[in-house]
């Protein structure tokens, strides 16, 4: 089933996607909630790994972010993400008005300009979070 999301410890490239969402700010922690929901009605019962439900009842931020390994038993990782189109998930936040310039090392403009370099985040994004839009590149 190669189009479910990959959500478990032995393939996690979506879950680590929109952790490094929330990290940065690209998303609020309801909407990394709603998208824990989402992928929820999207898995088999029997591809459900426990720890989604873990996510999407989570009721404080940090436990997604700083306890991220003891909420559901594991560090998920990107495989798909080289640094360039991590870093590109700033640009993300200057699009949606939450960047950070001091925890992104760069003004918004710069992380905006890495969008163009790595158009695959904005559409990975769209992706992942089908229930959210992105305004235009200014």
Do not use: N
């Amino acid at each position: 089933m190669a189009d479910l999301p990959r959500v478990s410890k032995h393939g996690s490239a979506d879950l680590a996607f929109a952790w490094q969402c929330l990290l940065a700010g690209a998303v609020t922690f309801d909407e990394f909630r709603a998208w824990a929901e989402h992928v929820i009605t999207l898995l088999p019962a029997e591809y459900l790994p426990p720890h989604m439900i873990d996510l999407m009842m989570a009721e404080e931020r940090r436990d997604v972010t700083a306890f991220i390994a003891e909420t559901i038993g594991f560090v998920p990782r990107d495989t798909e993400c080289d640094d360039g189109a991590q870093r590109a998930i700033w640009g993300i936040t200057a699009l949606r008005g939450t960047h950070r310039p001091d925890d992104a090392g760069m003004s918004a403009k710069a992380a905006r300009a890495l969008l163009s370099r790595h158009p695959e985040v904005p559409a990975r994004f769209l992706r992942t979070f089908p229930f959210l839009t992105l305004p235009e590149a200014a």
